[in-house]
C-alpha cells in the first residue's frame, strides 16, 4: 500500500492505517535521531515526539509532497532542537576518554568487527557539529536525493553539495586520526 | 574526496545502522491523540484579521457616507441624488416597518458573535494540537 494512501485512511479516521507508516519508517526515523544525538535513548523520545507530532499535523501535509522528505524534516527539526538544547545544558563529552573505555582488536577498517566499526564512527560522530551530522546521516540514507536533501535541511542544494563534501571529509579525517591513536595504542 | 575512503565511510554507516527498539510502534499507536488528524482548513479561522478588518472598515465608511448624505444637501452631482433616493426609500422601508432594524442590529451582534466564537474555538484547537 503507498504512503498516500495510507496516509488518506488515516485522515478519514482509521487511525490503524497509521501503524504501517511507522512501521515503513521506524527504522530511518531512529538512526536519523540517533545519528544528530548520538544517544539511545534520547533518539527513542525524539523519534516518538516526531511520529506522534506527524499524526498531529497530517492535516496540514500537502499530497503532491514526498512524504519521507517531509517525515524526515520534522523528525531532523526534532532532534536538532533536543542535541541543541543538550549542547547548552552540557557540552559533549570528550570522545578520547569514551575510547579509552574498552579494549578493541585490530584497528585497521577491514579487519574491525561490525561492533568496533560502529563504535569509531560513534566517536568520530561526536566531534562533529550536528548540522553536519544530519546531513552525513541524509546522505547515507540512500533514498534521500540531494534535492531532498536541501528541503530537509532547509538549505539551498549548492550548500548542501558543498556542506556535505566538508562534512565528509571532516568525518574522514576524526575517524583516520581515531583509528591512528587506537593502532597506536595497540602497539 | 576519494573514492576508497568514500566506501570506508560508507561501510562504517552501514554497520552502525540500529532498529527502532521493540514495541515502538505499539507504543506509538497507544499514545496518539484520540481524534483523527484535523485538515488545516478546520483548524483557520473563518475570517482571516486582514478581512475582518476591510469588512470593520468598509462598513464605517459607508455609515459615515450614509450620515453625510442625511446632513446636507448642497451637491446636485448624479452619484450623490441616486444614493440620496437609495437613502430615502431605505430610510421609508425602515419606517414602514419598524421590526426590520432590531432584526438586522441583532443579525449583526450575531455575526460578530459567531466570528469571535470563532476565532477563539480555533485558538483553542490549534494551542491543544500543539
Known amino acids: ?187 | 574526496m576519494k573514492q576508497l575512503p568514500d566506501d570506508m565511510l560508507r561501510q562504517f554507516w552501514q554497520d552502525s545502522k540500529k532498529e527502532a527498539p521493540e514495541g515502538f510502534s505499539d507504543f506509538i499507536m497507544q499514545n496518539l491523540p484520540q481524534h483523527s488528524p484535523l485538515s488545516e482548513a478546520l483548524k483557520k479561522p473563518l475570517l482571516s484579521p486582514g478581512i475582518a478588518a476591510s469588512l470593520a472598515g468598509l462598513l464605517v465608511v459607508l455609515a459615515l457616507l450614509l450620515y453625510n448624505l442625511k446632513g446636507s444637501g448642497q451637491s446636485s452631482s448624479g452619484w450623490y441624488l441616486t444614493m440620496q433616493q437609495w437613502l430615502d426609500s431605505s430610510l421609508s422601508w425602515l419606517g414602514s416597518s419598524p421590526a426590520t432594524l432590531p432584526t438586522i442590529g441583532a443579525f449583526s451582534v450575531a455575526i460578530v458573535l459567531l466570528i469571535v466564537l470563532d476565532r477563539l474555538l480555533k485558538r483553542m484547537l490549534n494551542r491543544m494540537e500543539g
Open chain 1, 1 to 187: 500500500m503507498t504512503d498516500d494512501l495510507l496516509i488518506r485512511m488515516v485522515k478519514a479516521g482509521k487511525a490503524e492505517a497509521y501503524r504501517a507508516l511507522v512501521e515503513r519508517y521506524q527504522d530511518m526515523v531512529y538512526n536519523l535521531c540517533y545519528k544528530i544525538l548520538l544517544d539511545e535513548d534520547e533518539a527513542k523520545d525524539a523519534a516518538q515526539e516526531t511520529f506522534i507530532k506527524v499524526y498531529q499535523v497530517l492535516g496540514s501535509f500537502r499530497e503532491d509532497s514526498k512524504f519521507s522528505t517531509w517525515l524526515y524534516r520534522i523528525a531532523s527539526n526534532m532532534a536538532l532542537g533536543k542535541a541543541r538544547r543538550k549542547k547548552r545544558a552540557e557540552p559533549l563529552e570528550d570522545a578520547r576518554y569514551v575510547a579509552s573505555d574498552e579494549q578493541t582488536g585490530d584497528s585497521q577498517p577491514d579487519n574491525m568487527s561490525q561492533e568496533e566499526r560502529s563504535k569509531f564512527l560513534h566517536l568520530a560522530l561526536a566531534k562533529l557539529d550536528e548540522n553536519d551530522r544530519l546531513l552525513l546521516s541524509l546522505y547515507y540514507l540512500e533514498e534521500v536525493s540531494m534535492d531532498e536533501t536541501a528541503e530537509i535541511s532547509g538549505l539551498d542544494k549548492n550548500t548542501v553539495k558543498v556542506r556535505m563534501h566538508r562534512a565528509r571529509k571532516k568525518l574522514y579525517n576524526v575517524l583516520s586520526s581515531i583509528l591512528n591513536q587506537e593502532a597506536k595504542e595497540a602497539l
